[in-house]
């Protein structure tokens, strides 16, 4: 690259901001003459030459007063409540700080169709950025404040550090920014990663590969085409490292609403746009009018098979704020609940999806829904939730990983009440289980319940009380449908008999206790007749055959616990 270079800025107040950057002077003039078109106060083309010892030297161009009333939006810093602790170039790369400081840029990033990843590994962009009015100083106060306040610190010792880490990075994007790097023509990212490595820079291979890819980035001004190259350059997807970086990259895309609604359309309200996210994040997004589909069929594969783990924690991370916002789900009271939607996503028989995050999340919009404050906000709308699931399995998966999240602290016998009133009535699991479900699937779902229970962190003896129900409502259900009797059919031949219910008793659908005990009783009762063995073979003449099937169901029997 060349180390001349041609910055259009434009006047605010007392300060001139850069607007764009050019490698030729005449399509700087071409665009300042444009803007003159437009609502600006001055415009100015600079000449900004780098010198061999780094320094910067500048020459005004061209310089033209406007109409004023300049059009261009006045960027703020967006509020945030918590931020990473960053202290070097490294910290500040880390997905956790590049989500914070979408959020803290959001309107900065969306005016310039850019991503944090465009402006940190690109020179140029991050130029601009830290020339933008008092917009970077404002943000090193704000996230320096709660720094200090998270680590008792000194706020200023906060800021410095974290100039420190900014300059840092300006530093390694200003020193290759001169590198002819590898470009990504009918090229994958992972052909242009090994190039970058034959080169032997001496910086980083996947900093200088990110340093190519957001170069081609930054040229593209629409999210969609950002998703849409990052995607046709994915490559071979059993590269980890490269697949990391795009990962990345598409992370800091879809922090972005507006990306976001231009991938998957306009939504009819809040509600209908969270759900949206949340079938995004699981990789079966079906996005509404105006979506990008064929973006989303690259995608939804990806998100599906856990191969984007990075933008799909940011998706849950932005769904949990979204949950959290005072945004009415719907638009009119009248309007469908789409929190139903919402739960039929999130509460799974393994739980909540994203764990505590989004447990807590779920909580605090179930506690909005009842206009409720102060200490029992929580436990409040984990009852508000808890009224919403059914069946009653649904009540049970979300009440243990309330009890998980620790999100009810303080109400824990008002929790362990709802867990009792989730499993009061299991005749014939009609009201715990999937009416629907096939039996086998039935006692399944019961069992499984009774396995997240018993992993759970609820008292023991509260365990106790309520996996006795569950086995309890198990046990009656055997009975009631007749399950064992099912089985234990007297048209088949003994030895198939006996081998079904021992493989019955050891399918994983039985839980120790009442119900595992009624199908090893059968079984016992079996192995107890006069002559079983004989009666187990005595339909096979050949001798090596009856030997081998008297072992083989006798390590059955051992293998399934007899």
């Not at 944090?116 to 933008?132: D, G, I, S």
């Not at 009018?289 to 940011?314: V, W």
């Amino acid at each position: 690259m060349s180390d001349t270079t041609f910055e259009v800025r434009v006047q605010r107040g007392d300060r001139w901001i850069i607007h764009s950057t050019f490698d030729v002077e005449k399509e700087a003039v071409t665009e300042a003459e444009k803007l003159l078109k437009t609502k600006v106060s001055a415009v100015r083309v600079v000449r900004d030459w780098e010198r061999g010892d780094g320094k910067h030297i500048e020459k005004v161009l061209l310089e033209k007063e406007g109409a004023g009333d300049e059009e261009e939006k006045d960027v703020r810093v967006t509020s945030i409540d918590e931020a990473p602790l960053c202290e070097t170039d490294n910290d500040l790369l880390q997905k956790e700080s590049r989500a914070t400081i979408n959020r803290l840029l959001r309107k900065y990033f969306e005016q310039e169709i850019l991503t944090p990843c465009e402006v940190m590994y690109n020179y140029q962009n991050l130029r601009k950025l830290m020339f933008h009015d008092t917009l970077m100083p404002t943000a090193v106060d704000k996230v320096a404040g709660l720094h200090a306040k998270a680590t008792d610190g000194d706020h200023i010792e906060a800021m410095n550090n974290l100039h420190g880490a900014i300059e840092q990075l300006a530093a390694r994007a200003r020193e290759v920014e001169k590198v002819d790097l590898p470009e990504f023509e009918d090229a994958t990212i992972s052909e242009v990663r090994d190039e970058i490595r034959r080169l032997n820079l001496a910086e980083d291979t996947d900093f200088l590969t990110m340093v190519a890819l957001t170069r081609v980035m930054s040229s593209t001004r629409n999210w969609v085409g950002k998703l849409d190259l990052a995607l046709k350059v994915k490559g071979d997807e059993k590269d980890e490292a490269a697949r990391k970086l795009l990962d990345d990259v598409i992370a800091d895309i879809l922090g972005s609403p507006v990306a976001l609604k231009e991938l998957l359309g306009s939504s009819r309200s809040f509600g209908e746009a969270v759900t949206l996210h949340i079938d995004l994040a699981l990789g079966r997004a079906k996005g509404n009018r105006g979506a990008a589909n064929d973006i989303l069929e690259l995608m939804n594969p990806l998100f599906g098979s856990g191969l984007l783990a990075t933008s799909q924690e940011a998706m849950f991370d932005y769904i949990v704020r979204e949950l959290k916002s005072p945004n009415n789900l719907t638009r009119h009271e009248s309007d469908p609940d789409p929190l139903t939607d919402i739960l039929d996503r999130l509460v799974t028989e393994n739980g909540v999806i994203y764990g505590t995050p989004m447990t807590a999340a779920l909580a605090e919009r179930g506690a909005r829904l009842r206009n409720v404050g102060g200490p029992r906000a929580m436990i409040e709308g984990v009852e508000e939730i808890c009224g919403r699931l059914i069946p009653n399995w649904r009540k049970l998966t979300w009440l243990i990983a309330v009890a998980n999240s620790g999100v009810a602290e303080g109400f824990e016998d008002e929790l362990y009440g709802m867990m009792t009133d989730a499993v009061k009535d299991m005749r014939a699991l009609r009201a715990f289980c999937d009416a629907d479900a096939k039996p086998r699937d039935k006692m399944a779902n019961v069992k499984h319940m009774n396995d997240i229970l018993e992993a759970s962190v609820v008292p023991d003896d509260k365990k106790k009380e309520i996996g006795g129900k569950l086995d309890d409502g198990l046990a009656d259900y055997l009975v009631r449908e007749k399950v064992i009797e099912r089985i234990d059919n007297p048209s088949l031949h003994l030895r198939k008999r006996a081998y079904m219910l021992v493989q019955f008793c050891s399918s994983g659908v039985l839980i120790e206790g009442k119900s595992a005990n009624m199908a090893r009783k059968r079984v016992v009762g079996y192995l107890k007749q006069p002559n079983f063995t004989d009666k187990l073979v005595d339909d096979i003449t050949d001798m090596p055959a009856k030997e081998g099937t008297i072992r083989d169901f006798y390590a059955l029997l051992q293998r399934s616990g007899f």
